[in-house]
T-cell receptor
Framework: GAVVSQHPSRVICKSGTSVKIECRSL??????MFWYRQFPKQSLMLMAT?????????EQGVEKDKFLINHASLTLSTLTVTSAHPEDSSFYIC??????????????FGSGTRLTVV | EDKVVQSPLSLVVHEGDTVTLNCSYE??????LLWYKQEKKAPTFLFML????IEKKSGRLSSILDKKELFSILNITATQTGDSAVYLC???????????FGKGTLLTVNP
């Protein structure tokens, strides 16, 4: 079945540094990638939607200069948290959608990245 | 503004009990409603519902959608401790197939 590999699974970084999170679709072409953030005991909040080869569309309240999204190919999307601060500590999950896919009805989630900023 | 409201927010039951989880919604450009189970990591897909009144079943789990009253229920019969998780309801909408999630129901099944 469709698989999305997300790395790293866990990262601890110092305040002020940048962190890159990668999501790769292993056996399908991810025409659309969704990036979510989940705080403890909260639901998944959509941060942005990206289509391959075009700029990401950010949800209201999400800073595009802080959360840089690149979707340069049909199998790879990256989220870079720039100048991270402790309040950016969260669980970040990607979800890839293949146009016309039947598996999981088109949505395949990565396994998530636990980011801790100290 | 699109809304997905799940109830209850948390539920504690004993093994063998039957539970019903609720999801009501207000969303534009509705495409489908999806249910997920989330344990420690990423959500696991359970069901996708697009048509009213057609029950989807998978083992002890079943779900149905009412597009007139704008809600869905997820039933779990003969619960087991392994069913303990957060159950998320999500709406797929629009041309980009965005998913809007509810806050989830935390289900705890005690032995």
């Amino acid at each position: 079945g469709a698989v999305v590999s997300q790395h790293p699974s866990r990262v601890i970084c110092k305040s002020g540094t940048s962190v890159k999170i990668e999501c790769r679709s292993l056996d399908f072409q991810a025409t659309t990638m969704f990036w979510y953030r989940q705080f403890p005991k909260q639901s998944l909040m959509l941060m942005a939607t990206s289509n391959e080869g075009s700029k990401a569309t950010y949800e209201q309240g999400v800073e595009k200069d802080k959360f840089l999204i690149n979707h340069a190919s049909l199998t790879l999307s990256t989220l870079t948290v720039t100048s991270a601060h402790p309040e950016d500590s969260s669980f970040y999950i990607c979800s890839a959608r293949e146009q016309g896919a039947l598996t999981n009805y088109g949505y395949t989630f990565g396994s998530g990245t636990r980011l801790t900023v100290v | 503004e699109d809304k997905v409201v799940q109830s209850p927010l948390s539920l504690v039951v004993h093994e063998g009990d039957t539970v019903t989880l609720n999801c009501s919604y207000e969303v534009t450009n509705f495409r489908s409603l999806l249910w997920y189970k989330q344990e420690k990591k990423a959500p696991t897909f359970l069901f996708m519902l697009t048509s009213s009144g057609i029950e989807k079943k998978s083992g002890r789990l079943s779900s149905i959608l009412d597009k007139k009253e704008l809600f869905s229920i997820l039933n779990i019969t003969a619960t087991q401790t392994g069913d303990s998780a957060v159950y998320l309801c999500a709406l797929s909408r629009g041309s980009n197939y965005k998913l809007t999630f509810g806050k989830g129901t935390l289900l705890t099944v005690n032995p």
